[in-house]
């Protein structure tokens, strides 16, 4: 995958050498279920969450690793451009887990940033 992610306050870019298999995301429902008194359901639908999940950024340097965790230290938006799967591509805000940067266990030369990401509507 070719990634670009890009601070919406003009704060910076970074551009992870890939973002990492398997790439994961969700949508939380938000539909209210309502216990009938004499039985059943009555059900409220509501259009679900934007999708929420976790991204994990490869980097080949550990500066290039904590420089992607700096930018997301700033109050703003990202907005993730992904040209080889452009599915993938999203504006997001940091969500609550929030970032992680690890040293590759298996190789301990690369660096792996993981971002707990909330997508918002541009």
């Known amino acids: 995958m070719t990634a670009t992610i890009t601070a919406a306050n003009g704060a910076g870019t970074t551009t992870p050498v890939t973002v990492l298999s398997p790439y994961e995301t969700r949508w939380a429902g938000r ?24 991204l994990d950024l490869l980097y080949d ?37 929030g970032v992680t940067v690890a040293l590759d266990p298996e190789t301990l030369v690369v660096f792996v940033v993981t971002i707990d990401y909330q997508e918002v509507m541009p």
């Open 31 to 54: 539909n209210v279920i309502h216990q009938l008194t004499g039985g059943g359901i009555a059900v409220s639908l509501v259009t679900p969450m934007p999708r929420a999940g976790t």
């Open 61 to 97: 340097s550990e500066a290039a690793a904590y420089a992607c965790a700096e930018l997301h230290k700033a109050e703003t938006a990202f907005t993730l451009t992904e040209t080889d799967r452009p599915a993938v591509s999203m504006t997001y805000v940091v969500g609550p887990g």
